[in-house]
């Protein structure tokens, strides 16, 4: 093809909007806005549990760095680390349940209160709040 592809689905004449449609007004509609997903609640799952997932294998692999290099972390910080990771993954295998969204901002904020056990507890729980944050203005956009 020499010139650009046209979707036949659309109402638009290869000069723009038909003749009795004002230039730069839509055609009003009954239909929600549409994503172009295929499925949109699945892929906002998708990206809510790969979230949750990212931080849990983030949590579970700063056990020894912070050992090592932050110094004192006591059995109840390891311990407390390993709940919140083991969460994250019971949350990321939930999110076909609105509530796991509420629970994953929870979880953000129970992270961000590891921080009394281990300052780097609350440097992971300020990144992975923002992360969340994020997810959580994907879902509204797409969702609506």
């Known amino acids: 093809m020499t010139g650009p592809e046209r979707d036949p689905r ?3 004449g290869p000069a723009g909007p038909p003749a009795d449609q004002p230039a730069g007004e839509e055609l009003a509609t009954d239909q929600p806005r549409r ?3 295929r499925n949109p ?3 906002v799952r998708g990206l809510g549990a790969g979230t949750l997932s990212l931080e ?3 949590l579970l692999l700063a056990i020894q760095p ?3 290099v932050g110094g004192d972390l006591s059995g109840a910080a390891i311990g407390a680390v390993v709940a919140l990771a083991v969460a994250a993954v019971v949350l990321a295998g939930m999110m076909r349940r609105p509530w796991a969204w509420h629970a994953g901002t929870v979880l953000q904020g129970l992270l961000m209160l590891g921080g009394l056990l281990h300052w780097s507890l609350l440097g992971l729980g300020i990144i992975f ?3 969340w ?3 959580l203005h994907v ?3 797409i969702l609506g």
Request: overall charge positive.
């Open 35 to 37: 994503s172009g997903l």
């Open 56 to 58: 849990a294998l983030v």
């Open 10 to 12: 659309t109402t638009e």
């Open 41 to 43: 609640e699945r892929a």
């Open 129 to 131: 709040a923002l992360v």
């Open 66 to 68: 912070i050992r090592v």
């Open 139 to 141: 879902r509204r956009v």
């Open 133 to 135: 944050a994020y997810a």
